[in-house]
């Protein structure tokens, strides 16, 4: 044969199917995933991207990042965040990466995954942090109540917790065992004198005017204040001293419930009462400001050795086996000033104020009505010899918004943030050089949310101090809305409300709700500087009423917030119902979530190795 035969191959249909078949097994071993997608397939969705996203997605690989590499799509996201525009078509595409990347981060962009959370359960567990207070300053504190009579203080600074002292109450001259007391309020002054406000125990499910409350050992209502001076205190060489307090009683009709405690700087403390309503009617409330003698006001603040003596043969226990004997003071009869705030005082019956602030060294007080980060109403307070009571008084701002010539009503809390700046001279060197003061605060208006809100005053260089006085600045009501807090919420029909903080530097808002925590960002200084219009994105900011909006960047939800505290720019901490929670939005936080315990991971600098069965650690006698 010239030509060898080729064997006939009978093609059937079921040898297309396994063909089609064998070729989808292959693809199904080596599928096509993102990042084998084509560079400019990549660049288009990440064009698509929002900034939050597209700023996260740089983190992931240098796929991403080599796609990110396109100067028209850096300068649609770099467009979206605040921050000056001024030059940015003059740098090359690297430092426009940069400077993208640089306000991505300061924005706290993709901080809701990119956040660091530290979750650190209470102990007992049974303890609840809806007591705890905040103090603000470096480092920052935290005061948590633990059971009966014990209070621990922490540490909280940017890496770490650490307990720094564990206090305990005395109560001298008392019948009563610590243990037949309640922690119902504690309080932080500005100088970080610490107040704990005590009541005793009533039987559970025993209303207070039953007959029998006469037959248990507690007759009458005698509430404790014990106040731990940070002052006196550290200069003797101590943080805080168990030795070191004092006691006050404060007698009160056993239906009377206390709802609120604040302490000024003087030592004066105020409380507010929910009284019994008169023939079902709620009764208002009432203010005790518990004022102190001006022997004890010395003694505390170690003024005058004299003094100190002399309060210590009168009013201090002393221990005479110490050369400068370590003392309690006692007062059991301070002098109590009662206001009744209700409806013939200007205030709506029904009304009960839960938090209080001193202001102006104890010549002031905020009052916050249930639910609400802004104070409600304020009142004067003279020194505390000649103290007059005083009606309190709305904190209202009527202001137009954008000049629309139709005026709103805004309360607007204490500034967060100011600037002096000093005067000059004319040019002659004549006329009287004028210094100016500028400060922001929030503001809230039931028509519109929340603002950012400015304010500046001019005052002669002779009587100009040349400090920025934050409470000072709140004396005026000539605000102005800057920005607009975008996604702002009230906090609904929660009792809690809006729990919010800012930062010390003025740049970060935060602000929880029963279901979110939310921050805003932005650079106070450039706002005061009044370029708003090249700070503001061109999608964000209104030409005809000069007003600009912030977004905000929605934080994991880690449960419902009692309080917040910033420490520095970049942590936010938190107490919930599930214990202390940080999130740390610095730009090297990953994302990470860690369970830990203020029992074994929040140890003292001076803790020794073997842990306490109920309170952690034990403390070196060092």
């Excluded at 209470?122 to 809806?130: A, D, G, T």
């Excluded at 086996?321 to 002098?335: A, C, G, S, W, Y």
């Excluded at 605000?479 to 729990?499: C, E, K, M, Q």
């Excluded at 010390?504 to 808002?509: D, E, F, K, L, V």
């Amino acid at each position: 044969m010239l030509f060898p035969q080729k064997k006939l191959r009978i093609v059937r249909d079921t040898d297309h199917e396994e063909d089609v078949a064998s070729r989808s097994k292959k693809r199904q071993k080596d599928p096509i995933g993102l990042l084998d997608l084509p560079l400019e397939i990549l660049q288009l969705i990440t064009w698509h991207m929002d900034t939050s996203t597209f700023y996260t997605s740089l983190l992931t690989c240098k796929r991403f990042l080599h796609a990110a590499e396109c100067r028209q799509n850096i300068l649609r996201h770099i467009l979206r965040l605040p921050g000056l525009r001024l030059g940015l078509h003059d740098v090359s595409t690297p430092q426009l990466l940069s400077i993208f990347r640089k306000r991505a981060a300061m924005s706290l962009c993709g901080a809701g995954v990119l956040a660091d959370v530290k979750r650190y359960a209470p102990i007992p567990s049974s303890v609840s942090l809806s007591k705890a207070v905040f103090s603000a300053g470096s480092p920052a504190h935290l005061a948590i109540a633990q059971n009966f009579h014990i209070v621990h203080v922490y540490d909280l600074n940017h890496t770490s917790v650490r307990l720094k002292t564990e206090l305990q109450s005395i109560f001298p001259q008392s019948s009563a065992v610590n243990d037949d007391y309640d922690v119902v309020k504690m309080a932080f002054s500005s100088t970080r004198d610490l107040a704990i406000l005590y009541k005793p125990k009533v039987p559970m499910g025993m209303p207070a005017n039953s007959p029998f409350v006469k037959n248990i050992k507690i007759v009458t209502n005698v509430l404790k204040l014990v106040t731990f001076h940070y002052t006196y205190s550290h200069a003797k060489g101590h943080f805080y001293s168990n030795d070191q307090q004092e006691s006050r009683d404060i007698e009160c009709d056993i239906d009377y419930v206390p709802v609120g405690l604040a302490i000024a700087v003087n030592g004066n403390a105020c409380i507010s009462f929910k009284p019994p309503g008169i023939q079902g009617r709620d009764g208002g409330t009432e203010l005790w400001l518990v004022l102190r003698s001006k022997y004890l006001n010395a003694c505390s603040y170690g003024k005058s050795l004299h003094l100190i003596l002399f309060c210590h043969e009168k009013f201090c226990f002393t221990n005479s086996n110490v050369r400068f004997p370590n003392f309690h003071i006692t007062d059991p009869t301070p002098k109590v000033v009662v206001t009744r705030y209700g409806p013939n005082m200007g205030y709506p019956s029904g009304r009960v104020f839960f938090d209080m602030q001193f202001i102006r060294k104890g010549k002031g007080i905020n009052f916050y009505k249930p639910g609400t980060p802004i104070h409600t109403y304020f009142t004067t307070s003279a020194d505390p010899e000649t103290f007059e009571s005083r009606p309190a008084r709305e904190n209202l701002v009527l202001i137009d918004v954008g000049g629309e010539g139709r005026f709103h009503r805004f309360a607007v809390g204490m500034p967060f943030f100011g600037i002096h700046t000093a005067g000059a001279r004319t040019a002659n060197g004549l006329g009287a050089s004028r210094c100016q003061s500028s400060y922001l605060a929030v503001g809230i208006t039931l028509d519109y949310g929340a603002f950012i809100m400015e304010m500046s005053r001019a005052s002669s260089e002779l009587n100009c101090s040349h400090t920025v006085d934050l409470e000072r600045g709140r004396r005026t009501t000539d605000w102005n809305p800057i920005a607009f807090l975008a996604g702002w919420r009230d906090g609904g029909s929660s009792s809690l409300g809006s729990v919010m903080a800012t930062s010390q530097g003025g740049g970060r808002i935060a602000a929880a709700t029963w279901t979110e925590v939310r921050v805003w960002t932005f650079h106070p200084t450039i706002l005061h500087q009044g370029h708003k219009e090249q700070y503001f994105p061109p999608r964000d900011y209104n030409t005809r009423k000069g007003i600009g909006r912030l977004r905000p960047t929605v934080l994991s939800n880690e449960g419902v917030v009692y309080k917040m505290m910033w420490v520095g720019e970049n942590n936010l901490y938190a107490t919930t119902d599930r214990g202390l929670v940080q999130w740390d939005m610095s730009a090297l936080a990953e994302g990470e979530k860690d369970d830990m315990s203020l029992a074994h991971d929040a140890w003292p600098e001076n803790a020794v190795e073997r842990p306490l069965v109920n309170f952690g650690w034990r403390l070196s006698s060092a």
